[in-house]
């Protein structure tokens, strides 16, 4: 039983939830749960500071598997709700979770314009290329040529850039990671949490039951570290975008892209008197004569 | 001597008749008069045809009326169109540049051509709209009201644009008045003033006032018409009022939103039109599964689909009824008018927070645009607010958050707070928030868990004032009436009784939960019962029987997107009650608007239609119109289009000489 307590958690056991995952063994979501907590623990983040806010799909039920609040949302709209609930308290830790089909399908338009409007949120994308949880079909990831339950002949369709999305869309912070890299993955999630502004994590996280292309192994051929890359730099936008269009032989992984450019929270007046859930309710008479009386 | 006097102003879009209709508005509720307007316009930016009425009196009025005793023209057009409406003892006011014909002037109805530009020629160049401004000057001489105050008004409106503006505005409201003095007798009308200043509002603005004083601190919207000027006005008033506003990208984000900021502990509200709210459907069962409070107002417009962007109905009760899957608690209210907007509002953030579940405002185009003197004594910002229950100590970690109680209201957490995490899924789910819909389903706890959310509706409808019987107890009909109508069927009422059908009438606010018992003991005691909605299928009907097992009578609906107003009704309840069958054919009016589409499409708006009569018979197999066009200069017969009297359709047009 965890015992309540002011003081930031020390170990990821403190932010065990409820319930064991019912994730499939071997599921790359386990690893972006593990290094979510360890971001968590070492930014030392109460837990009850932190809102985790999914949509539906298997990696939508993540919520459930970590001790903080948490809204377990509707397909596709985890971002409009954290958006909301950061707009009633911007003191929150706000953290975005789903999958490749809720964030990158039905939820893509929320997706983009949060990002453009650089809400101090964090979302976390585990993409495993196909749906998962309706049991096999194309998602927005999936590569050309794939067969999977709904494209018998193969997938004829182009999979989404996410990366090269998001830094269209004017996102701050644009980061890749690997489930099986949990050290790395632990690293670009705190640096997400800790970046003012909005961040994106897509996170490779292969389905075992689903997905027999995309798999851990094929993952491990292709990818690199682009920390290992001499003289990246990742506040420079055009390099950015050629690396997140990178894709076959060879995928980066890491930090693409970091800038700071004011979050809307600074832009908004009334947030300067505090959250908004601290504020006082009601109009006092003055300012209520004076809104009726123009009109008169 | 009359007390009441009603004022068309017709143009284009664009003409500015607005600020001329607002400069009027304000000054007869500066003077103590009751007023209500209602601006039949189009979704266009300019062009079009544009219809300003202006109902003011000495009683408080209800509605815009069925009426017209002075007409402002500001085109020729309009003049056609509007002419034949005026009643006796009224008049047309123009410009000299337009043209008045005679032979449209019912008897005993003044035209009253007014020279702007001799009259304004000292003023310096002044735009076209500012005839509007003359033709009000001579209108307050003939209508017996104050020209100081619209002098005033002008005066503070165009505070901010400099001398030299305000120079030339209230130089050619006087050179109009003045004018009208030297050559005009004043018409019959004559006021007692009292001078209580009344702020003249829109059922809009009241909603987001109402919000404002309920402590809302988020707004989110999607521009939608006619939900829009809810947006606008809290955009401008947003540090004032204390509440964010947000535009989003689309329905679905604001709804989700504003649920998101309801379950972290604000109030927040949202609105839209028919087409939006069903996008925000999915959301609004969503609300009612996290038990999370949100004000969702649909301010309804004509549909289906994109439907009467600018024109008003009561469409959408099934669609507020049916909004998402499954069973929910929800609750609908419908204001009835500017004032219960206010109201209604305060009292929708108050219910959703006490049984935390989403709130369904129902307004539609005509309360929302309308404006109309309120008292200014019946408003204030000191409203009870009531925020439900809140859990207080520690949850130790183990919150339940949907705890099972009789009162089916688990107390809540304000995320952030310590020791009380949670979570809030939309699967079905423990009292902890543990998922009980998929792998480890739990059919107990699912049935006890449903069960403990849809008891909270047995609370709201305990807190949800009974309807009450207005007018006398014994009647021959019963209007039965929802929402925005009230009005019109309290002066439909009362001019039944005066032609000696006694009338009384239910008006439903609360329409889920519903006060079925209750209905069902007044209903089965009335003779008559007779439902009036705007609506084609008569969704409040289906619902009465639904909840009563009562059938009405009759059912009075109208769908053309115009509103309904007491003629309209007190005509439609006398058919019912003398047995006569609604008349559905094509109405000589009609027939003549339909010929101003055909002229406006096929002949460039070059001819306009003159007289109207029943046209020979057999070769349409429906009876016809014939409506014989005119040239609009010289009134040379132009040809004549053959109409359905019972289709509507446009079966010939025969060019004159072909």
């Not at chain 2, 679905?252 to 087409?275: E, F, K, P, Q, W």
């Not at chain 2, 009384?504 to 009036?532: A, D, M, Q, W």
Request: glycine share 10%; proline share 5%; with cysteine.
């Amino acid at each position: 039983m965890t015992i309540m307590k002011d003081a930031p958690e020390r170990t990821i056991k403190d932010l065990e939830g409820d319930v064991h995952p019912d994730w499939c063994p071997g599921c790359g979501d386990f690893g972006v749960l593990k290094s979510l907590k360890e971001a968590i623990v070492e930014l030392k983040i109460p837990s009850h500071e932190v809102l985790v806010v999914s949509g539906i799909g298997c990696s939508s039920n993540l919520p459930g598997f970590i001790h903080a609040y948490g809204v377990h949302s509707l397909h596709g709209r985890a971002i409009p709700v954290a958006t909301g609930a950061l707009l009633a308290n911007h003191k929150l830790r706000v953290i975005a979770v789903g999958g490749d089909g809720d964030g990158y399908g039905i939820g893509i338009g929320h997706c983009l314009h949060a990002m453009r409007r650089n809400l101090n949120l964090t979302y976390i994308v585990m993409d495993n290329e196909i749906y998962g949880l309706t049991t096999g079909q194309t998602s927005p990831t999936t590569t050309e040529g794939h067969k999977t339950k709904s494209t018998p002949r193969g997938n004829v369709e182009k999979p989404i850039q996410p990366l090269a999305l998001a830094l269209a869309a004017g996102a701050t912070f644009v980061a890749r990671g690997f489930s099986a890299n949990q050290k790395q993955l632990t690293e670009l999630m705190a640096q997400a949490i800790a970046h003012k502004g909005f961040s994106l994590i897509d996170v490779f996280s292969p389905c075992v039951t689903f997905n027999k292309i995309n798999t851990y192994q094929w993952f491990k051929e292709r990818v690199y570290d682009l920390d290992a890359e001499q003289g990246y730099d990742p506040t420079d936008l055009s390099a950015a975008l050629a690396k997140s269009l990178e894709w076959g032989e060879r995928i980066p992984l890491g930090k693409l892209y970091q800038v700071e450019r004011p979050v809307y929270e600074d832009t908004e007046p009334l947030f300067r008197k505090g959250p908004l859930v601290d504020h006082k309710l009601g109009l006092d008479k003055a300012t209520f004569d004076e809104l009726l009386g123009e009109s008169t | 001597m009359a007390t009441e006097i009603t004022v068309g102003i017709a143009g284009a879009a664009g003409d500015g008749l607005d600020r001329v209709g607002d400069t009027l508005a304000r000054a007869a509720a500066r003077l103590g008069l009751s007023v209500f307007t209602y601006n039949s316009y189009q979704s266009l930016i300019r062009g079009g045809h544009t219809w300003l009425r202006l109902r003011i009196g000495e009683k408080k009025l209800t509605n815009h009326g069925d009426r017209l005793d002075v007409l402002i023209a500001l085109n020729q057009d309009s003049i056609e169109r509007h002419v034949p409406e005026v009643a006796s003892g009224g008049a047309v006011l123009f410009n000299t540049k337009l043209e008045c014909d005679p032979d449209l002037l019912p008897k005993g109805v003044r035209a009253v051509p007014i020279p702007v530009a001799d009259l304004t020629k000292d003023l310096g160049r002044l735009p076209p709209v500012m005839q509007n401004t003359a033709a009000l000057g001579a209108l307050l001489h003939l209508a017996g009201l104050d020209v100081e105050v619209a002098a005033e008004i002008l005066h503070e409106t165009f505070r901010h644009k400099g001398e030299e503006i305000i120079r030339q505005n209230v130089g050619t409201l006087r050179a109009g008045y003045e004018h009208a003095v030297k050559t005009e007798k004043p018409l019959d009308f004559k006021w007692k003033f009292s001078r209580k200043r009344r702020p003249v509002v829109t059922g809009n603005q009241m909603i987001g006032l109402g919000a404002a004083a309920a402590g809302c601190k988020l707004y989110s919207a999607y521009p939608m018409s006619p939900a829009s000027s809810i947006l606008h006005w809290l955009a401008t008033h947003s540090e004032k009022t204390g509440i964010v506003v947000k535009q989003a990208e689309d329905e679905l984000a604001v709804v989700n939103m504003a649920i998101g900021a309801g379950h972290a502990g604000i109030r927040a509200m949202c609105a839209t039109s028919g087409g939006g709210f069903a996008l925000m459907t999915e959301a609004i069962g969503m609300a009612g599964m996290i038990e999370a409070p949100v004000v969702v107002v649909n301010v309804m417009r004509g549909g289906p689909s994109t439907g009467l962007p600018t024109k008003t109905e009561q469409g959408d009760l099934n669609q507020a009824f049916g909004a998402s899957q499954g069973d929910f608690p929800r609750v609908i209210v419908a204001p009835r008018d500017a004032l219960d907007c206010y109201e209604a509002t305060v009292e929708a953030f108050n219910i959703a927070e006490e049984f935390q579940l989403p709130v369904i405002l129902l307004s539609d185009l005509y309360l929302a645009e309308h404006r109309s003197t309120i008292d200014a004594d019946r408003v204030s910002p000191d409203v009870k607010i009531e925020r439900g229950e809140w859990a207080n100590g520690t949850g130790n970690g183990r919150f339940r958050r949907f705890r099972l109680t009789k009162s089916g209201v688990s107390p809540r957490a304000r995320p952030g707070t310590p020791g009380m995490m949670f979570i809030a899924g939309t699967d079905e789910h423990d009292e902890r928030g543990v998922l009980v819909s998929d792998e480890h389903t739990n059919a107990a706890i699912r049935r006890k868990m449903h069960e403990k959310r849809m008891r909270k509706m047995d609370e709201v409808l305990k807190r949800l004032p009974a309807p009450k019987l207005e007018g006398p107890s014994k009647a021959k009909v019963t209007l039965v009436g929802w929402g925005s109508t009230h009005g019109v069927l309290e002066e439909a009422a009362a001019r039944l009784e005066e032609d000696g059908i006694t009338a009384n009438r239910l008006h439903l606010k609360y329409l889920y939960p519903f006060h079925g018992r209750k209905v069902k003991e007044i209903l089965s005691k009335c003779k008559r019962t007779i439902v009036v909605e705007a609506n084609y299928a008569g969704q409040l009907a289906r619902h009465l029987r639904a909840e009563t097992g009562i059938e009405a009578k009759h059912v009075v609906t109208r769908y053309d997107g115009e509103p309904l107003d007491p003629d309209y009704v007190v005509q439609r309840v006398k058919d019912c009650v003398a047995g006569r069958a609604q008349d559905l054919k094509v109405q000589k009016a009609e027939a003549r608007e339909m010929a101003y589409h055909y002229i406006r499409i096929h002949l460039h708006d070059e001819a306009r239609p003159a007289r109207v009569s029943k046209g020979a018979k057999g070769r349409h197999g429906e009876p016809v119109f014939d409506v014989e066009l005119v040239s609009r200069k010289g009134k040379e017969p132009r040809g004549r289009l053959v109409i359905g009297r019972e289709t509507g359709a446009i079966h010939a047009y025969e060019e004159q000489g072909a």
